[in-house]
């Protein structure tokens, strides 16, 4: 559970504020995004798309690891 509290001490801060510091929260936690994608299910890749995928994600992975050391 994700939430914001106001402290006691600080009554500077406006409600305001604290709805952009909770929405900020949400943002970095991913907790959106997981549940956009969960929202519909995915077919299953057959194994024509499966190879393609990897060999795809093989040529990322080397070109990211020749430009690691540039």
Known sequence: MIGVQKHKNN???SNDRLVNIFN???SKSRVLMESKKRRFRAKD???IQ???YAVVS???RT???KKKHY
């Open 11 to 13: 009554k500077k801060v």
């Open 24 to 26: 900020k929260v949400v």
């Open 45 to 47: 890749k057959s194994k």
């Open 50 to 52: 499966q190879r393609e």
């Open 58 to 60: 093989d040529r990322y």
């Open 63 to 65: 070109e990211r690891a």
